[in-house]
């Protein structure tokens, strides 16, 4: 694989967590949190007139391209003080976040989980279309600003895009804003290469430092910086039946469908199993054990 080199040009995908609900309860604000982002934003397109941006925003309902806008809307007022890109950008951004909100104002206001699984595969298909239609190597990095709570039912859609983007070269950046750690995002950031940072929202700008100094480099000046680490990951998986992050389950070996409980056939694949009781060396040799119990001492479970 070849390296990143200074010249080389950026593909950016925000992926924006829209869900009012969740953000309701954040000590940070949505409008403040969306005019740091914009800052970023405006940052990122500074380091080179070559890079490419995308913004989407994800909300319990609805997934939408934010920035590039639809063509047949209405163009931003210009502004002599403000360099036109930026504006663009910034009025886009904004007004599409607040078209979403103003559309689920009748919707579940207790909704807190987000489609962000939809939103990384919108962004995938995104860059996987860039790559080619561009001559020239473009290196490209998806950015997802997080405020709601996992998704168990999104587990396995969003597992695919995680290594989907890591067969891609894709770095996936996790900013949590507000709530508890994501287990599924962690575990984005680690499979890809990318950051998993955890904002703190005491301070107000806390976020746009966190982007600045974390978030903006890319993959050739990331090389020679030292990134924070998270050596506290978590790796459990979420059982495919009840979609609930387990310790210990049980796999398939046909299809690799984990489960909490056993299962006489696998709801994924419709695989039968056949419970077979296997004899452990060490209860044979005991002879003060009972047959019953050194037969159940062990128990695998084969297709």
């Given amino acids: 694989m070849s390296q990143a080199q200074e010249s080389d040009s950026s593909l950016l995908v925000v992926v924006l967590d829209a869900n009012a609900s969740a953000w309701a309860q954040s000590p940070l604000s949505l409008d403040k949190a969306l005019q740091q ?34 063509p047949s809307s209405a163009p931003p007022t210009h502004d002599i003080q403000v360099y036109e890109q930026f504006r663009t950008v910034d ?18 206001t207790e909704e807190q989980q987000s489609l962000i699984a939809r939103a990384l595969s919108k962004a995938l298909c995104h860059i996987n279309q860039v790559n080619q239609l561009s001559v020239n190597k473009i290196w490209s990095r998806i950015l997802v600003l997080s405020a709601g709570q996992d998704s168990p039912h999104s587990y396995i859609p969003l597992m695919n895009t995680i290594f989907a983007a890591q067969k891609m070269s894709v770095l996936i950046d996790i900013c949590k804003v507000f709530g508890q750690d994501s ?8 499979i890809t290469g990318g950051n998993y940072l955890k904002v703190d929202t005491n301070s107000e700008a806390s976020l746009l430092q966190t ?34 992050v387990v310790d210990i389950g049980y796999v398939c070996s046909v299809c690799l469908s984990i489960f909490c409980q056993t299962a006489p056939v696998c709801s994924t694949c419709q695989t039968k199993f056949s419970f077979r009781l296997v004899k452990s060396d060490s209860n044979q040799s005991n002879s003060t054990s009972s047959p019953n119990a050194s037969a159940m001492s062990s128990l695998s479970l084969k297709p």
């Fill in 37 to 70: 982002l914009v800052i970023f934003i405006n940052a990122y397109l500074a380091l080179n007139p070559e890079n490419q941006l995308v913004v989407l925003g994800a909300s319990h309902k609805e997934c939408r391209y934010l920035f590039p806008a639809d």
């Fill in 91 to 108: 009025v886009h951004v904004l007004s599409g976040v607040h078209e979403m909100l103003s559309s689920h104002v009748d919707g579940n």
């Fill in 183 to 190: 287990v599924f995002l962690q575990q984005a950031a680690e």
């Fill in 211 to 244: 982007l600045l100094f974390i978030c903006l480099p890319d993959q050739y000046t990331r090389n020679i910086l030292n990134a924070p680490g998270n050596d506290l990951i978590d790796f459990r998986a979420t059982c495919f039946c009840h979609k609930r």
